[in-house]
Each structure stands twice: as structure tokens, then as C-alpha cells.
């Protein structure tokens, strides 16, 4: 077979996914209107979804990234007693159903660590708690992420760096972090995307106080719940139109292609 | 001066037992084993990077098994040259100076020159020739002022003419800073120019 017969076949295969992503976007359009889509737009609550949305997955990818950069760092590079239990504990997020990592978190909540923090920065049924309900599952996924980057890295630039004269930090700060840079994007992306979108540890965790804690895919679920489906549609649509704006944007800032 | 005294290294199922060796201040001395029998391993701990179960490592004449890598005054170049990809080659080469925060310039003219890297000093070091790359690696481990260069197959990413002049160059750079030089290899004929070959240290480790 040719390499042009070998590519049209693979194509086959995987074209028939895009055409569905492709179709269930284009049914989402044909079932709502222009007009449902402006009254979206100008909808008060709906605007302060989408601010909070914004804001809280701009913060979530922040923290997580922050927090997976260390730790998806260890993972790959260090051999620590533990080492495989700490793996194991990471992607729980991944595989717990969301609805879950919410009760879970309002459980963590009602225990002394959790009324203690409250004491300090109130969570439960606030906006402070969507960020902590998207960092609980997002946090999961950039650690993978960042284990990948970092395992895919020698070691040896780090170690050469050693020898000229580094610290362990200086080390990581001036050789590593920029050989990861890339990947930490990729990282930042892909966690984004994810809190942008994320809904189950919220509704349960954040609640659905309309204009407080309201992000846009519990506006979803509140048109749907009363029965407004060219709302919901409407504004499931101008979530992709923003999620297609900000991963352009990451994607002109680390091309996939290596310069 | 580079002294080990029976060093022991474990590394999951491989066995590094019992290594001693020693080369005067200012030699070359080349190591020669097949691939796999330690040969990377034994320049880490030299460098500092990997910690031997037993034995000293004296360079000098002062013990540094406990040093950090930073402190040895070692100049590391790798078999896969490891350069800083995110740089320019004159950052790579400056590098070792710049985290001392001394001045690199002279001394980065001076190397590139000699190591015929002047016309891509301001490139970033991604996509250079398997040679290049090793020159450059070369460059920023002399550039410092290191007492100890170990270097790692150095010479199989270079032609003929490319060898000849690295070993001058080695040869020039001994002389000039009472340099020590140890090279492992398992090529017979990268043997050439140093003064002391090492041919069965590994014999009775069977590693």
C-alpha cells in the first residue's frame, strides 16, 4: 500500500470521531437561534457566568499548574519511599466520578482541617469553592501532564549544569523549567480546557446561586432543569466559541512543531 | 590529579565493584571498555552525580566524596552532549562563567574560535550537527576553568579532520591549565593522544 493509501485508511478510521465531534456541534446550532444566542450574550446572569468562569478556570490552571509542576517533577525524577502510593493517589481525580469529588470535598469541609480553612477563606456554597472544586480534578491532570514533560527530558542537561556550578535550584530554574516550557503550556492548556468545562464537584460543592456561583455550565444545567434547551444550547455554544479563543491563542504561543 | 579508591556503585541490577585508579595532574588518561560496563557511571561519580556505596574519590589530592557537584571544579561532557537547547551556543558556553557571575566574554571569543564555533555563537543550539554540539559541549566545559575534564566518547559525533583538531586542542589546554583529562571510550583508536590507557579496569568486575 502506498503511503498515501496507508494515510487515507488511518484517516478513515479516525475521521469518523471528528465527524462526530463535527455533528454534534452542528446539531447544537441548527437547534438554537441568532437571537437565543444574543439574548445569551446579554442575559446579566449569564455575563456573570461566564466572568466567573473565566476567572475561576484562569485561577484553577494557576494553581494546578503550580502545584503539578513540583510534583509531576518528583514523580518522573525522584525514587521517594511512597513513591508509587503518591501515583496512585493523584489519579484519583481522574477516575472518581465528579459528583463524588464534590461530596467528598464538602465532607473534608465539615471536619476540624476543613472548618478551620473556611474560618480563613469561606468555600463551601462561595465563589472561592468553584475554584477549589475545578483545582480538586484539574490538579489531577496537570500533574499527568507535567510527569510526562518532565520524564521526557534527560536528566543530563540538569546534571551538566551541576557540574558547571548550579545549585539544585539554580539548576532547575535556569536549564530544566525552560526545557519544559513547552510542555508546562501544553499542561496549562489542557487543564483549562477541563476547568472551563468542569461541573459535577461544583454544582455539588459551589451550588448553583445564580450571579455568586454560577459558572457557564451550570447555567447549562439551570436552562435545562427549567426546560429552556435553545438557551442552554445557546450558551453551550458560546462556551466552545470562548474555548476555541483561548486555545488559538495557546496554540500561537507553543506551535506544536518545535522552531 | 583524579584518584579513585575502590569504588562500588549499585544501580538497580548492575554491579560496579571495586575500581581504583589514578591519574597524575596534567595527564590524559583514556579508559577503554565495552559498551555497558560502567565506563558513564564511573565518570558521575567522578563529577559528583552519582553517589558510590563505598570508596573515595580524590581529585587533587582532597577527598571529595562529599562535595557537591557544583564545588568539584569538574568539566562534564556527556556521550549525547546535552546542550542547553534553549540557548544560544554562546549562553551554553558562557554558562559555567555567567553562574559564577564572572565575565565570559574574552574567554567565550577565545573558545569558539578555537573550537570553530565564532559563526554560530548566536544560535540557538537546537538543530546542530551531532559534531557542533559536541564542540559546544566541549566549550562550556573547558570555559570555567575546571581542573578535571572528564569526557564521554567524545570524539564519535566527529570526522577525521574534526578528531585531529579536538586533540590538539585537549593536548594545548593540558598544557596551558595544568588540565586533567579523563576520557572513556570503546573505541581503540580514540586512544590517541592520550598518555595513559586504561584497558582492563573493569576486567574484574565482569560488569
Known amino acids: 500500500m502506498s503511503v498515501r493509501g496507508f494515510h487515507l485508511t488511518l484517516g478513515l478510521i479516525g475521521g469518523g470521531y471528528v465527524a462526530l465531534v463535527a455533528a454534534m456541534l452542528l446539531a447544537d446550532l441548527l437547534a438554537t437561534s441568532p437571537g437565543h444566542l444574543l439574548d445569551a450574550f446579554r442575559a446579566p446572569e449569564i455575563r456573570a457566568a461566564l466572568a466567573?468562569?473565566?476567572v475561576s478556570s484562569a485561577v484553577t490552571t494557576v494553581l494546578a499548574v503550580a502545584t503539578g509542576v513540583p510534583l509531576g517533577y518528583l514523580l518522573a525524577r525522584s525514587r521517594f519511599p511512597g513513591r508509587g502510593l503518591v501515583?496512585?493517589?493523584?489519579?484519583?481525580?481522574?477516575?472518581?466520578?465528579?459528583?463524588?469529588?464534590?461530596v467528598s470535598l464538602l465532607l473534608v469541609m465539615r471536619g476540624p482541617f476543613g472548618r478551620a480553612v473556611q474560618d480563613v477563606i469561606p468555600l463551601v456554597y462561595e465563589p472561592a469553592g468553584v475554584v477549589l472544586a475545578q483545582f480538586a480534578v484539574c490538579g489531577a491532570f496537570a500533574t499527568r501532564s507535567l510527569r510526562a514533560t518532565f520524564a521526557q527530558l534527560s536528566p543530563r542537561t540538569e546534571q551538566v549544569a551541576r557540574t558547571l556550578g548550579c545549585s539544585p535550584w539554580q539548576a532547575f530554574r535556569l536549564v530544566t523549567l525552560p526545557e519544559a516550557s513547552r510542555g508546562i503550556l501544553a499542561a496549562a492548556t489542557l487543564t483549562w480546557a477541563r476547568a472551563f468545562g468542569e461541573f459535577g464537584p461544583v454544582l455539588v460543592f459551589a451550588g448553583v446561586t445564580r450571579s455568586k456561583t454560577e459558572v457557564l455550565p451550570t447555567t447549562i444545567y439551570l436552562e435545562l432543569s427549567v426546560g429552556h434547551l435553545e438557551t442552554a444550547l445557546a450558551v453551550s455554544l458560546v462556551m466552545v466559541a470562548v474555548a476555541f479563543a483561548v486555545l488559538l491563542t495557546l496554540r500561537r504561543i507553543?506551535?506544536?512543531?518545535?522552531? | 590529579m583524579i584518584e579513585l579508591r575502590d569504588i562500588a556503585v549499585r544501580q538497580g541490577a548492575f554491579n560496579l565493584a571495586r575500581v581504583t585508579l589514578r591519574v597524575e595532574a596534567g595527564a590524559h588518561a583514556v579508559v577503554m571498555g565495552p559498551t555497558g560496563c560502567g565506563k558513564t557511571t564511573l565518570l558521575e561519580v567522578i563529577a559528583g552525580l552519582r553517589d558510590p556505596v563505598s570508596g573515595r574519590v580524590l581529585l587533587h589530592g582532597v577527598d571529595v566524596t562529599d562535595v557537591d557537584p557544583a564545588a568539584r571544579r569538574v568539566g562534564y561532557v556527556p556521550q549525547e552532549a546535552a546542550v542547553f537547547r534553549t540557548m544560544t551556543v554562546r549562553a551554553n558556553l558562557a554558562f559555567g562563567l555567567a553562574i559564577r557571575r564572572r565575565d565570559s566574554a574574552a574567554a567565550v571569543a577565545v573558545l569558539a574560535e578555537r573550537l570553530k564555533l565564532t559563526h554560530l555563537l548566536d544560535r540557538r543550539s537546537v538543530g546542530l550537527s551531532g559534531g557542533e554540539a559536541q564542540r559546544?559541549?566541549?566549550?562550556?566545559?573547558?570555559?570555567?576553568?575546571p581542573c578535571v575534564l572528564l569526557l564521554d566518547e567524545p570524539f564519535n559525533a566527529a570526522d577525521a579532520a574534526t578528531r585531529a583538531d579536538l586533540i590538539a586542542l585537549l593536548k594545548d589546554e593540558r598544557e596551558r591549565r595544568a588540565l586533567t583529562v579523563l576520557h572513556v571510550t570503546h573505541d581503540r583508536?580514540?586512544?590517541?593522544?592520550a598518555d595513559v590507557v586504561l584497558d582492563n579496569l573493569f576486567g574484574a568486575s565482569g560488569g
Open chain 1, 52 to 54: 466567573l468562569s473565566l
Open chain 1, 87 to 102: 501515583e496512585l493517589l493523584v489519579d484519583v481525580p481522574l477516575v472518581l466520578p465528579p459528583l463524588v469529588v464534590g
Open chain 1, 254 to 259: 507553543a506551535p506544536e512543531t518545535p522552531a
Open chain 2, 136 to 145: 559546544v559541549a566541549l566549550g562550556r566545559a573547558l570555559a570555567f576553568g
Open chain 2, 189 to 193: 583508536s580514540d586512544a590517541a593522544g
